[in-house]
């Protein structure tokens, strides 16, 4: 997605992330409500699954790679995550 680099690496110590679509591979089988509607906001694509090109970039398990900080991960409301990350 072209961002510029806020940080330096060192300057991280670690990250909290707290609710999300971690996965976007799985995020339609979490039911979670109005995916859709959430998904087309973010993307701006009514087939967003298909059509936006930048897709797997939005997934944290995609980017979580061994140069990522210590992370705090959660879900939020269990109710809504059917399926594990």
């Known amino acids: 997605m072209k ?3 806020s ?5 991280i110590k670690g990250a909290i992330l707290f609710g999300g ?3 976007m591979q ?3 089988e979490t039911e979670f409500p109005r995916i ?3 998904m087309k906001s973010y993307t701006g694509e009514e087939d967003w699954e298909k059509s936006f090109k930048n897709i797997s970039q939005m997934s944290t398990v995609k980017q979580s790679t061994k140069n990522y900080p210590p992370t705090f991960l959660s879900v939020g409301i269990a109710i809504h995550s059917k399926v594990k990350i």
């Open 7 to 11: 940080f330096k690496p060192s300057q």
């Open 36 to 38: 859709q509607l959430f």
């Open 26 to 28: 799985t995020v339609r």
């Open 21 to 23: 679509f971690y996965n």
């Open 3 to 5: 961002f510029d680099q």
